[in-house]
């Protein structure tokens, strides 16, 4: 089973993964270049906190707990946003192909509430936790505007 600690560096490499699309999606943006610069800056945010949290739980290891099983669902969905990045890369999928790609991957981890699963009686923690789960929504949001405009 998994550690807290470990299933935070899961989290982490997830949100970097996604703040590097972003920033890629920015790169071949031009109207919109500001709003994928924003969800990237947004998301190097949540890695400072996840990185708090990480550091907060290594002088207490109690800190924080895992609500139930934790499986492999934070490595999946970085490799899915690793595997969008890619394509757009390599100019295999389009822009338009990649917002949709990221925005239905980023529901469900909302749906499967990646950031939910984590629980900490310590107020500290419990907030940045809450806060974590709020950007994410709020990210959602963002994305799913943008991908109605596309599509």
């Keep these: 089973m998994l550690s807290a600690k470990e299933y935070l560096e899961m989290l982490k490499d997830y949100e970097q993964a996604a703040a590097d699309l972003y920033d890629a999606l920015a790169d071949v943006s031009w ?3 500001a709003v994928w610069k ?3 800056a947004e998301g190097d945010s949540r890695i400072e906190k996840i990185n708090k949290l990480i550091a907060s739980s290594e002088n207490d ?5 895992l609500k139930s099983f934790v499986g492999t669902e ?3 969905t970085k ?3 690793l595997n969008i990045l890619n394509l757009l890369d390599a100019g295999k999928i389009s822009k338009r192909e990649a917002v949709r790609r990221i925005a239905d991957i ?3 981890v909302v749906e499967s509430d990646l950031y939910g699963k984590l629980h900490s009686d310590n107020l ?3 907030e940045i936790i809450e806060a974590l789960r709020k950007g994410i929504r709020g990210k959602i949001s ?5 991908k109605k405009k596309w599509f």
Excluded: P, R
Aim: aromatic share 8%; charged share 25%; hydrophobic share 45%.
């Design 61 to 65: 290891k109690n800190l924080i707990t």
């Design 142 to 146: 963002i994305l799913n505007i943008e």
């Design 124 to 126: 500290d923690a419990c």
């Design 106 to 108: 980023e529901n469900n």
């Design 74 to 76: 934070a490595v999946e």
């Design 79 to 81: 490799n899915f946003v």
């Design 38 to 40: 924003n969800l990237s």
């Design 31 to 33: 109207f919109k270049k």
